[in-house]
């Protein structure tokens, strides 16, 4: 008996960020200051070192508190700050509720518009996010707040890291390719600077330094449907823990915020392991021209680009939201696919493969295979042989 199988496609994407925006060097500068004062010398110029050289001008925050001077800012160490004045997790946790599901809604509208699917006929909902939890969930109030089905079928995906965007999307293509009139809406959202800890160690700064809040969200759905212009269709995927890396990303709830250790070693672990896996997800196809690197931090933007000798143009997508967003953990990857698309329509491009990559804790890598297609592709039928080759 033969099976039909359909190629999915992302049919829309949109981006979110909160109102208040933090620039680098003002951060940088009042955290110094609030260092200095708790007589953390030592301490202060590392900072201001990691703040001045991890790729990021700006980002964005949903904690107001955040903009304030260095005295007044209670996510900062003090010298005098009682430890009742710190955020506790139950504040942090209400902060995330009130904020993520607006930031959510809004770039989930902006994907439905992009798309040109009707609410109503969203099949699937995919919630991503592992900077907060609550329940009922962002998943259920998305429900309401977008006018879905009350029977959609909801998969929130919590506590996964940066990678669980890409994951979300491999999810998509899963559902679509099993039902072809599947529509899958996937909705991150991330709250990251609600964990900036008032610590003077150098794992609570070097988070500190490039962490950023953020929504994206995508439609995805069978390949030369919905508006049939401008599409991602979605290829192979791989997932992959990385051997030995265990505890190179750790990501624990605290009394004070979620508390995330991020080991200097992970650029070159990502340096040794994933070249061979891209390998095996390419099955001996020329490395492609397009290139869409969750950029987790500087570091490892560097390295994958030394690695798989990619050129300037073919990072600078990853680097540019680096620069203006920071990383915003799951949330990312949709934002730099997005930078990506608008780049390549005002190029007038063809036809390119490319292959997306993030990471997250395990250390888990996860792969996938894309083309960019400006003018949408038609499904592909084929039979149960086909489809598994």
């Given amino acids: ?54 790729g990021v001008d700006f980002r ?82 998305l429900v309401s707040e977008l006018g879905l089905r009350a029977a959609v079928t909801r998969y929130p995906l919590t506590f996964l890291g940066c990678a669980a965007g890409l994951k979300a ?13 599947a529509k899958v809406l996937v909705v991150c959202v991330e709250l990251c600077t609600l964990h900036i800890q008032p610590s003077s160690s150098r794992e609570a700064l070097y988070g500190a330094s490039f962490f950023g809040d953020g929504a994206s969200a995508c439609i995805v759905g069978a390949a030369g449907e919905g508006k049939s212009v401008s599409q991602f269709v979605l290829g192979d995927a791989r997932s992959v823990l990385l051997e030995g890396s265990a505890g190179e990303m750790v990501w624990e709830v605290g009394d004070h915020g979620f508390d995330l250790y991020l080991s200097t070693s992970i650029p070159k672990l990502i340096g040794q392991h994933v070249p061979a896996e891209v390998e095996r997800l390419l099955e001996g196809m020329t490395k492609p ?42 949330a990312t990857i949709l934002f730099v696919l997005e930078e990506m698309k608008r780049r390549l329509s005002e190029e007038n491009a063809g036809l390119q493969e490319g292959v997306a990559l993030a990471f997250g804790p395990g250390v888990t890598a996860e792969m996938l295979r894309l083309t960019y297609n400006p003018k949408g592709a038609a499904a592909k039928k084929c039979t149960e042989a086909d489809a598994y080759a």
């Fill in 289 to 330: 021209p397009l290139w869409a690197i969750h950029p987790g931090g500087r570091g490892i933007v560097d390295v994958l680009q030394e690695v798989l000798e990619l050129s300037d143009e073919q990072t600078s997508a990853s680097r540019s939201i680096l620069r203006n967003y920071g990383n915003m953990s799951s």
């Fill in 1 to 54: 008996m033969n099976v039909q199988a359909f190629n999915a496609a992302i049919w829309g994407l949109g981006t979110a960020v909160p109102q208040h925006r933090m620039e680098q060097e003002d951060t940088a500068r009042r955290l110094v200051e609030a260092l200095s004062g708790a007589g953390q010398t030592d301490s202060s110029r590392w900072a201001k070192r990691i703040f001045k050289q991890c």
């Fill in 169 to 181: 999307v491999s999810l998509s293509k899963e559902i679509v390719e099993g039902q072809g009139s």
């Fill in 60 to 141: 964005y925050t949903c904690e107001p508190n955040l903009l304030e001077p260095a005295a007044d800012c209670r996510y900062f160490p003090s010298a005098g700050r009682e430890a009742d004045e710190v955020p506790k997790t139950s504040e942090r946790m209400a902060a995330y509720k009130l904020a993520s599901v607006p930031l959510a809604a809004e770039a989930a509208r902006k994907a439905i518009a992009d798309s040109g699917v009707d609410a109503a006929d969203i099949t699937h909902l995919i919630t991503v996010s592992c900077t907060g939890q609550y329940l009922p969930g962002m998943d259920a109030a």
